[in-house]
């Protein structure tokens, strides 16, 4: 197709003209053109939308001042719209040293965004909350690690939106169709098959891992993966989370796990791959290994729960620290959003976990908090993407290892590398 080539509704048109107010004037403007250079050939509606423009490192007084202007103007989101991690913690950003100027533009993002009628979940795992899409629906959602779950574990559709584009088709309630909302976009196109031994041994800790791995090796081709026996809903977050951070992956299908791939011959859609990767226990290792940077030794930070932990996970951390002290000099932080948080203090979890010393850090995660007056150099970690960003963004050496080995490293004080 050509740019330009858009057919539009009178509807659209009307909106183009700005006959539904200046927001969705915008929002039709950008997303046009954005389909026209993708090669769209027109607009289709959306079931949800998932924002990242409303954590203030991300959005900054840039995003304050567009978020400012879209409210003056009436804006309102179109269908089902939330919130991605916000750069605090809302109601204990002094207990993690987050200055005070800074919460407070967080503050107005939130405040801003809310006026638009978007739902403050404030979390990267919306979709077992408030915000959960079906198979095949399309969508409009940013924030990596959800869209390659949604899109794989689901069979939602969705590319991978930006910040304000994802907010444009929120207020808009459309997309222009190109990419993964075409059947024929989501065909695999290489084969990762895991050998005999691996395959048999394939546990928690291996889905980050594999994620790492398929987001390096894949580029932007989708891949298929054979030799996965079966996964519940947490490691596929796992899994999902770390491909997004190693590489552009929006869709990975499992073989016998994932909707869409019941078999390897369907997910390919009958066509050969264009490439074909084996990968066994020495390329695991090894990928393992790449993921800390550092051998083990001290730590000043455990960060747990990325992406946000489910209620599930936390039962597991308040069994694992029972009766049990965090070494003072540690920090244990364990990420999740408001609604679990509610539901395990209710079950008694976060009681367990506070007891031992640990925090309970919610609506936010260490990746998105200014967190420079602590003063980390060490930090652990079980998730694939805590180990690919923290580096930068917290600026601190990773160490990559199971929850269990995480939960001992802030008991004893020290990790020990294997
Ligand atoms: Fe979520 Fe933060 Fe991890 S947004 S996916 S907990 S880096």
Not at 30 to 42: C, F, N, V
Not at 290 to 304: A, K, L, N, P, Q
Request: aromatic share 8%; hydrophobic share 40%; net charge neutral.
């Amino acid at each position: 197709k050509r740019m330009a080539d858009m057919d539009l509704t009178e509807e659209e048109k009307r909106i183009l003209e700005g006959e539904e107010g200046e927001p969705k004037r915008i929002s039709i403007r950008i997303l046009k053109r954005i389909g026209e250079i993708k090669g769209a050939d027109r607009f289709i509606p959306i079931a949800s939308a998932h924002l990242v423009g409303c954590s203030y490192q991300i959005a900054g007084e840039a995003g304050i001042e567009i978020y400012k202007k879209l409210a003056e103007q009436g804006a309102r989101v179109s269908v089902p719209t939330t919130l991605d991690p916000g750069s605090i913690d809302f109601e204990r950003w002094r207990e993690f040293k987050t200055p005070e100027e800074y919460a407070e533009r967080q503050i107005i993002i939130g405040d801003l965004l809310e006026k638009m009628g978007v739902i403050p979940l404030w979390t990267c795992t919306p979709y077992y909350l408030l915000n959960v899409p079906l198979f095949g629906q399309d969508l409009a959602w940013s924030e990596s690690s959800a869209v390659v779950f949604v899109n794989s574990v689901i069979g939602a559709r969705t590319n991978r939106m930006s910040a304000y584009v994802d907010l444009c088709a929120s207020i808009l309630g459309k997309v222009p169709r190109f990419g993964l909302h075409l059947p024929e976009e989501r065909r695999g196109e290489i084969l990762v098959e895991l050998d005999r031994e691996l395959s048999d041994l394939f546990s928690d800790v291996h889905f980050p891992v594999l994620g790492y791995l398929i987001g390096q090796i894949a580029e932007d081709k989708i891949p298929v993966i054979a030799g996965i026996k079966k996964a519940n809903f947490d490691q596929l977050k796992a899994f999902s989370a770390a491909a997004a951070s190693t590489g552009s992956a929006a869709l990975c299908h499992i073989v016998g796990i994932t909707p869409e791939a019941p078999s390897s011959e369907r997910a390919f859609s009958g066509r050969d791959p264009v490439k074909r990767i084996r990968v066994g226990i020495n390329e695991m290792r090894k990928m393992m290994e790449s993921m800390s940077t550092y051998d083990g030794g001290e730590v000043d930070v455990v960060g747990i729960g990325c992406p946000h932990a489910s209620i599930d996970q936390i039962r597991r951390y308040a069994e694992l620290l029972r009766g049990r002290k965090i070494k003072e000099s540690v920090e244990l932080w364990i990420c999740t959003n408001e609604m679990v948080e509610k539901m395990a203090r209710r079950m008694s979890y976060i009681d367990t976990i506070e007891r031992a010393g640990g925090k309970m850090m919610v609506g936010t995660c260490l990746n998105d908090c200014p967190l420079s007056k602590w003063n980390f150099q060490y930090l652990v970690t079980d998730s694939g993407k805590f180990a690919y960003y923290t580096p930068t963004t917290v600026g601190t050496k990773c160490y990559f290892t199971t929850t269990k080995a995480c939960i001992e490293a802030a008991i004893k004080g020290r990790i020990e590398g294997e």
